[in-house]
């Protein structure tokens, strides 16, 4: 190197100063690439995608080639400043000249190139991989060498180099990325996005109509009655059973009913043939396993039934697509049943609404962990009959019963106590 002029070495020791940085940036702006966005460009053919994504799919070579890269490159910086050192001021400048190049790597090979990267990582690490592609390739033998004696030290701890291509997203995580999206994802994709993430916390308990408000075709009555309640149902499936939903037989569509109805010959007999045997559904499965349950048994309606086989209630598949993309109906009279605004800000919610329900329309924070309607919490808070009048506070909700049937809560005046539980628009009484 001494017959080398000193204006060479300066500009060779500022390209090994620039080879680092290269190397130090390049390593944060691949390890920061985001994977799911990564995936898609590659998907759509970026071949600067497609090479950083093979090169990220072992990531102890591309340490290993990054760090022999910066390694050389260090080492002849350091042995090119200390001949610079040397030439212009003896000892004392070959004993500066390490000092001064470590505060220049520091500065100029290290932080502020990783930092570039850090805030670009797709800037920085999707053209690097053009020049690692190939130099992984060039070297490949060197590198299964340094990773055959790096991952042998790392297994005597129980770490693999497989592990750590796992990219996989916890259910929580998902939830946190989505509701992080911004302005990226529209709010109410996001809150259907969510919805979907939730379906797997809830049971068909959280949404089901419970059995003694399942209304149904009734075999024990005159056929009159029958007739009328044909006629005057709102849904499209109608329960069938005799005199009690306990002896149930089964669902019956009153689209078939009604052709009969239309050719006069809709009787009891032709009824019970139309008949579809009933779709149990045992409690606690989750929403998000019901839905493929239905869509597999090519079924809209269920029955839930405890572990003694009784029914509970009824589920339909629009239930669950509700919780999914919200109520259907945009009528305010029938967004939210049995429940209803007084004017002084209070809300009357009948004993057998859901506390789920409550809390995804008025944006309440009831617990929901134990008892699934309204009756039930109030009930397991007492742990006594509940009687009219009686006030109690539950999670900050002032709730009083004003009116039980059977032992059972008919009827409750529930009162936020912070501006935390703001209501939506609420049918009126009366």
């Known amino acids: 190197m001494d017959d080398i002029p000193l204006p060479a070495l300066f500009g060779l020791l500022l390209a090994l100063i620039g080879l680092a940085a290269f190397f130090a940036g390049s390593e944060t702006g691949l390890m920061m690439l985001n994977r799911y966005r990564l995936k898609h460009a590659a998907k759509q053919g970026k071949r600067s995608a497609q090479l950083a994504q093979s090169l990220l ?157 399942i209304v149904g075709i009734d075999l024990s009555e005159p056929w009159e009655k029958t007739l009328e309640a044909i006629t005057a149902s709102s849904h499209t499936r109608l329960p069938v059973f005799d005199g009690s939903i306990d002896e149930l037989k089964g669902v019956v569509h009153l689209r078939k009913l009604v052709r009969l109805a239309v050719a006069n010959e809709l009787r009891m007999e032709t009824l019970l043939q139309l008949v579809r045997d009933p779709y149990y559904i045992p409690e606690g499965t989750p929403l998000n396993q019901q839905l493929l349950n239905f869509q597999d048994q090519k079924r809209r309606i269920g029955f839930v039934v405890d572990e003694y086989g009784d029914i509970q209630g009824l589920v339909t598949l629009e239930d669950i697509l509700e919780e999914v993309v919200g109520e259907f109906t945009s009528d305010p009279a029938t967004r939210i049943k049995n429940v209803y605004l007084d004017p002084d800000g209070s809300v009357l919610v009948h004993g057998s609404v859901t506390v789920r329900s409550l809390n995804r329309s008025l944006g309440w924070k009831l617990p929901t962990g134990g008892p699934k309607t309204l009756n039930g919490l109030v009930l397991e808070k007492l742990q006594e009959l509940p009687k009219p009048g009686r006030r109690l506070e539950i999670n900050n909700y002032q709730i009083e019963i004003t009116d039980t049937r059977a032992n059972a809560v008919k009827t409750a005046r529930i009162r936020p106590l912070s501006a935390m539980a703001a209501t939506t628009a609420l049918p009126s009484r009366g």
């Open 57 to 213: 799919k072992r990531p102890d070579r591309l340490i290993g080639l990054i760090l022999l890269g910066n390694v050389l490159s260090n080492t002849l910086a350091a042995s090119v400043a200390l001949v610079i050192g040397y030439r212009l001021g003896g000892e004392a400048g070959a004993a500066i000249a390490p000092l001064a190049l470590t505060f220049v790597l520091l500065i100029f090979g290290e932080a502020a190139p990783k930092t570039l990267a850090a805030l670009y990582p797709e800037r920085v690490g999707l053209p690097s991989a053009y020049v690692f592609w190939p130099l992984q390739r060039l070297l490949y033998p060197v590198l299964v060498l340094v990773n055959l004696l790096s991952n042998g030290l790392l297994r005597l701890f129980g770490v693999g180099p497989e592990d750590a291509a796992q990219h996989s997203l916890s259910a929580e995580e998902l939830r946190s990325v989505v509701a992080e999206a911004g302005a990226m994802i529209p709010q109410r994709h996001q809150r259907m996005l969510l919805s979907i993430l939730d379906l797997e916390r809830a049971t068909v308990e959280d949404i089901m109509i419970p059995r003694n408000e």
